[in-house]
């Protein structure tokens, strides 16, 4: 009988992070806008695709985001998927701060939130559901829009800190839809 695989059940938050770490992620900036019309947002990497039919999306705010407060009370947001050249606009939107889109170049989406330029993809939710999740919450949206897809790298995150692919992957235009969801081999994840 093999000896089981080496591991620790008395671990501190530092190195739950580092483990953590080693899950390789994309980063999105999710957007919303208070009821004066001012635009907010934060950057996220706990981003997921959660159902194809209905279309539904996940993302975990610390239960402390300021724009997690305005998210609810609006109850819709926009997820904007970065670009390897968006390393500024991901620090920028990671830090607490009053005027987190001075320099940001954004439109507004079909709900009236902010679509930032350059970003690979977005998507505009209407707020469904929130969980409990620790020190975060878990917010479901539903996908009300589909943003354009551009043809570029993604921005990636590993070990705290930013990395990008070396080529992009060019993807047939009629298949856009089916890589959004990350499968297109079969029908039984996504
Ligand atoms: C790459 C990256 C990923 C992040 N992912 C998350 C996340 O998934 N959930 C979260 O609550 N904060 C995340 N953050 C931290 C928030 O963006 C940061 O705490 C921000 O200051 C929150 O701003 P707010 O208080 O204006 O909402 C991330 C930051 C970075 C740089």
């Known amino acids: 009988m093999s000896p089981h695989p080496r591991g620790s059940d008395d671990f501190d938050p530092r190195q739950f992070r580092t483990a953590m770490g080693q899950f390789c992620t994309g980063v999105t900036v999710i957007t919303t806008m208070t009821t004066d019309d001012v635009p907010v947002g934060f950057a996220c990497q706990s981003f997921a695709a959660l159902s194809l039919d209905p279309p539904l999306v996940l993302f975990c705010p610390m239960k402390t985001s300021r724009s997690w407060k305005v998210i609810e009370q609006s109850g819709k947001f926009c997820v904007n998927v970065l670009s390897t050249n968006q390393q500024d606009v991901s620090a920028a939107f990671g830090a607490p701060g009053d005027d987190k889109f001075a320099g940001i170049d954004w439109d507004p989406s079909p709900l009236g939130l902010p679509v930032i330029r350059h970003s690979l993809s977005w998507v505009d939710c209407t707020l469904e559901r ?61």
């Open 130 to 190: 929130v969980d409990d999740g620790g020190d975060h919450f878990i917010a479901i949206g539903r996908v009300q829009t589909l943003g354009e897809v551009l043809q570029d790298k993604p921005l990636l995150f590993y070990r705290g800190g930013y990395l990008s692919t070396e080529h992009p992957r060019v993807t047939p235009a009629q298949a856009e839809l089916e890589n959004f969801l990350t499968w297109t081999g079969g029908d039984t994840w996504l």
